[in-house]
């Protein structure tokens, strides 16, 4: 059972547009909520994270919106540049038992110049 | 720095042979863990070592043993490859386990097995 889904699959957006992905989660103990971005043949990357107390974290062209009460969390990408092209994840986690990252199923994100 | 290291890059194995992936890492992070990365299903958990000297399962052990050989290094090995487990597999490590600092992941090893 994937404990977060994400959606969509795929992205095609034209440079200087909005990107954006979303992510859901039905555990009310996640405690924490990465996004990873990952390039083909390299391993996942922190992107930005935030945590249930906040609604809306930013840090330079990417926000991450969250919607507790809807369990649902995004990530936008204010003006996709090509160098965005990439597969991205959202995770969430507790701080309990393994204290592993749950993944989403991954977006894969194609800006067109 | 090097982060986290994986060897080898590519694998391939015909089905029942054996193999160890090996990982190790130089940040001095306490916790490490082992992931397969599947088309259309994100990451998931192999088996994680919370520090030097334990290990445990995650969400698929399945066919898989660990060893933490040291604070740096964790291994993990296939005993009898199937063809399902051709895939992926992410090493990551993080500073403390009980902690929500990030998870650094090394550039993975991609395992094909016949």
């Known amino acids: 059972q994937q404990q977060v889904k994400q959606s969509p699959q795929s992205l095609i957006v034209q440079k200087g547009g909005i990107s954006i992905i979303n992510c859901a989660y039905e555990?009310?103990?996640?405690?924490?909520f990465p996004w990873y971005q990952q390039f083909p043949g390299k391993g996942p990357a922190l992107l930005i994270a935030?945590?249930?107390?906040?609604s809306e974290k930013k840090e330079g062209r990417f926000t991450i919106s969250f919607n507790k009460s809807a369990k649902q969390f995004s990530l936008h990408i204010m003006d996709s540049q090509p160098g965005d092209s990439a597969t991205y994840f959202c995770?969430?986690?507790?701080?309990?038992?393994?204290?592993?990252?749950?993944f989403g199923t991954g977006t894969r994100l194609t800006v067109i110049p | 720095n090097a982060g986290v290291t994986q060897t080898p890059k590519f694998q391939v194995l015909k089905t029942g042979q054996s193999m160890t992936l090996q990982c190790a890492q130089d940040?001095?992070?306490?916790?490490m863990y082992w992931y397969r990365q599947d088309p259309g299903m994100g990451l998931r958990l192999i088996y994680y070592?919370?520090?030097?000297?334990?290990?445990d399962k995650g969400e698929v052990p399945n066919g898989y043993n660990v060893s933490r050989l040291n604070k740096r290094e964790f291994s993990l090995r296939l005993e009898s490859a199937a063809p399902s487990q051709t895939s992926v597999y992410f090493c990551?490590?993080?500073?403390?386990?009980?902690?929500?600092?990030?998870?650094?992941f090394g550039d993975g090893t991609r395992l094909s097995i016949l």
């Open positions: 990551a490590s993080r500073e403390q386990f009980h902690s929500n600092q990030p998870q650094h």
């Open positions: 555990n009310t103990a996640f405690d924490y």
């Open positions: 935030i945590r249930p107390d906040v």
């Open positions: 995770a969430a986690s507790y701080q309990t038992g393994a204290n592993n990252l749950f």
């Open positions: 940040m001095n992070h306490n916790s």
């Open positions: 070592s919370a520090s030097e000297g334990t290990t």
